[in-house]
Structure formats: C-alpha cells, structure tokens
C-alpha cells in the first residue's frame, strides 16, 4: 500500500504538468513541468522526501526497460535512418565534446573559487 500511495504522489504531479502543458502555450514538455513542482514540493518540505522515496528509487531502477520500445522502433525505422546516421553521429559527437567541455569549465570555476573564498575566510578570523 505504501508504494501505491507514493506511485499515486508522483502520477497526480505528472497529471498537474499534463494540465499545466495544456493551459500554457509554452513549448515546455509536461513532464518538465510535473519535475519542476515536484522539485519544488521538496524544496519547500510541501512533499517529504519519505513520502516517495522508495517508489522512485523502484522507477529509477527500471529506467532502462523503459528504453526497450524506443529501441525497438529505432530498428524497425532503420531504413530511414541509415542515410541520417552521418549527420546524426557528428551533431551527438560535437554535442557531447561541447558538453564535457562546458560542464568542466564550469567545475573547475566553482572549485576555483571554492577555494578562493575559504582562503578569504581563513584570513578574516
């Protein structure tokens, strides 16, 4: 009964994003938005994070079984894809070096000025 009241948290705030991608004309998809009010739910203690933990652990945990039919479909379109496969392989490999990069930069900044400021700190006590 407990993963169904936590499966039932989780299916009424990806409802409430379904409701907001219809109201809005946002191009947003509606699981952003249900992530969004769950993030906030958590963060101002609206949602407790015992209240559906175990259940998103479980969902987490199938995540790749959730792959299976998109794989699938990519196999039977094979034919239509194979002359995108060039393309497709360059823009996903300049994208992930761009976001390595980038994600990177932005670590070593933080680090960097992590450190600066608990230098900083040190001096004024």
């Not at 992930?96 to 070593?108: D, H, N, P």
């Amino acid at each position: 009964m407990k993963y169904l009241n936590q499966f039932l948290i989780i299916l009424g705030i990806s409802f409430v994003g379904e409701g907001l991608k219809y109201l809005l004309p946002l191009p947003v998809p509606a699981s952003i938005y249900g992530m969004g009010i769950l993030f906030a739910g958590l963060m101002t203690g609206i949602i407790k994070l015992s209240a559906i933990k175990e259940t998103g652990k479980f969902l987490i945990e199938i995540m790749p079984v959730m792959f299976v039919p998109a794989g699938v479909g990519l196999l039977t379109s094979w034919g239509l894809l194979k002359p995108l496969l060039f393309p497709v392989s360059v823009i996903t490999v300049v994208s992930l070096v761009t976001v390595f990069a980038v994600s990177g930069r932005t670590s070593q900044f933080v680090i960097r000025r992590e450190k600066k400021s608990g230098k900083e700190d040190l001096g004024n006590e």
